[in-house]
């Protein structure tokens, strides 16, 4: 026989000792650079120490709130002052009224309330302030007392968010 035919009738294995050892490491390597998605309902949060269990007594801090109601609603106008028709964008004329609220104070003009604004603010001037628009109100009535409350001094003012009306 020649040596062609010796290794012809050879059997031939594949080790598979090196193969397995492989994927274990393949295995091992993936689950230390696995990365885990952190949970979306957890959030962390940076809470208060003067507030909860703890047995200080901490003051509740006192927030300027104001509430904005419209008493007339007033005519709709395309922005080039013509009567609204049902399509794109629209303004109120004059006739809108807007009722602005502070505590018990209620009043129809921006100045008057915002000189009472920027009387609380005075006051305590670490004091947070609230807008509470209610349904009907819309983004530039909000924006002008907005505008009041910052010029006012108010750094800390939050939103109060819609009602649910039935």
Same mark, same amino acid.
């Given at each position: 026989?020649?040596?062609?035919?010796?290794? !012809?009738?050879?059997?031939?294995?594949?080790?598979?000792?090196?193969?397995?050892?492989?994927?274990?490491?393949?295995?091992?390597?993936?689950?230390?650079?696995?990365?885990?998605?952190?949970?979306?309902?957890?959030?962390?949060?940076?809470?208060?120490?003067?507030?909860?269990?703890?047995?200080?007594?901490?003051?509740?801090?006192?927030?300027?709130?104001?509430?904005? !109601?419209?008493?007339?609603?007033?005519?709709?106008?395309?922005?080039?002052?013509?009567?609204?028709?049902?399509?794109?964008?629209?303004?109120?004329?004059?006739?809108?009224?807007?009722?602005?609220?502070?505590?018990?104070?209620?009043?129809?003009?921006?100045?008057?309330?915002?000189?009472?604004?920027?009387?609380?603010?005075?006051?305590?001037?670490?004091?947070?302030?609230?807008?509470?628009?209610?349904?009907?109100?819309?983004?530039?009535?909000?924006?002008?007392?907005?505008?009041?409350?910052?010029?006012?001094?108010?750094?800390?003012?939050?939103?109060?968010?819609?009602?649910?009306?039935?």
């Amino acid at each position: 026989m020649t040596q062609l035919s010796e290794i !012809q009738t050879e059997k031939h294995e594949l080790e598979m000792t090196p193969m397995i050892d492989v994927t274990f490491l393949l295995l091992i390597f993936f689950m230390c650079t696995l990365k885990f998605k952190t949970l979306e309902g957890k959030l962390a949060a940076y809470l208060p120490k003067d507030v909860g269990v703890n047995s200080d007594d901490s003051e509740p801090i006192e927030k300027v709130e104001i509430l904005l !109601q419209v008493v007339t609603e007033g005519n709709k106008l395309d922005p080039y002052g013509q009567p609204w028709v049902g399509d794109g964008r629209f303004i109120y004329d004059n006739t809108r009224v807007i009722q602005y609220s502070v505590g018990a104070r209620k009043t129809n003009s921006l100045a008057e309330i915002s000189k009472r604004i920027a009387d609380l603010h005075k006051q305590d001037d670490e004091r947070p302030a609230t807008i509470d628009a209610r349904p009907g109100v819309v983004y530039g009535d909000v924006v002008k007392i907005l505008d009041e409350a910052m010029t006012a001094g108010f750094t800390d003012i939050t939103f109060v968010g819609a009602y649910d009306v039935k």
